[in-house]
């Protein structure tokens, strides 16, 4: 099994019934996956097409296989999604201290927790205002760079209009929590994009997060609001972190 680079990924996902596999197989019980004829029946592929498919995305390391057997004759494999890679401690103890900071503050949700996470424990420093791109481009690198920190494959997508920026999420080292929890952990780095975002000093950017868009594969997404302002944002914006010290140590 090999495994591709985000590039070769969104080439891969191109298409529709290999998105539609990875969606299937994702809402599979875990541990379970799906048999060939099962993913025949709810598609309505012709098992040779399905397989060619399948073989790519195994490739791809997106998705196993494994052998089952089941009664006398040759074992049918099973497909199931990937597992999500190894989370190191750091990830861990970071999510643990945003949700220890989200669970002890009433009135703080898992998704405000994020963004003062991001807005003031990540080290970004705002751009310099600027009539071109190049602040905007700034800001989206700071969420990149925030989610890699994180332990993601992050990588972004400018077709056309480059106000507006989607960001690919790989390799979620949340996976399973995510699935589970989809409220907390989502919410979560919808606040981190969010924070990291105005951190940077686009302040208004409209910001969104699919999870789970193309199988295991989140996108977000960053539009610019034109009218940016630079101004040190005041106490009463309510998208402001607390000045409290407990909330700026989460």
Excluded at 11 to 23: F, G, H, K, P
Aim: aromatic share 6%; glycine share 10%.
């Amino acid at each position: 099994m090999t495994s591709t680079h985000s590039g070769d990924q969104d080439q891969l996902l191109r298409s529709t019934v290999r998105r539609q596999i990875l969606d299937l197989l994702t809402a599979a019980a875990e541990g379970k996956g799906l048999t060939l004829a099962d993913l025949g029946e709810q598609i309505g592929l012709h098992p040779t097409t399905l397989r060619f498919h399948l073989h790519l995305l195994v490739d791809a390391g997106l998705v196993v296989d494994s052998n089952e057997v089941v009664g006398v004759g040759r074992p049918r494999k099973r497909y199931a999604i990937a597992p999500a890679p190894q989370t190191s401690d750091e990830s861990y103890k970071m999510l643990a201290q945003l949700l220890a900071h989200a669970f002890s503050n009433p009135g703080v949700t898992p998704e405000q927790a994020g963004y003062d996470w991001a807005y003031t424990s990540a080290g970004i420093q705002p751009a310099a205002p600027s009539g071109g791109n190049t602040a905007w481009l700034a800001a989206v690198g700071a969420v990149v760079d925030v989610f890699t920190q994180w332990g993601y494959e992050a990588s972004l997508s400018v077709a056309g209009d480059p106000d507006d920026v989607e960001i690919r999420l790989d390799q979620c080292p949340f996976r399973e929590l995510a699935l589970a929890q989809p409220d907390v952990v989502c919410g979560l780095h919808r606040g981190l994009m969010r924070g990291a975002v105005e951190a940077a000093g686009q302040r208004g950017a409209r910001v969104d997060l699919e999870p789970f868009a193309q199988g295991p594969r989140c996108i977000g997404h960053l539009r610019r609001q034109q009218a940016n302002s630079f101004a040190t944002p005041s106490a009463s914006d309510p998208n402001t972190p607390s000045a409290d010290p407990a909330r700026r140590t989460a």
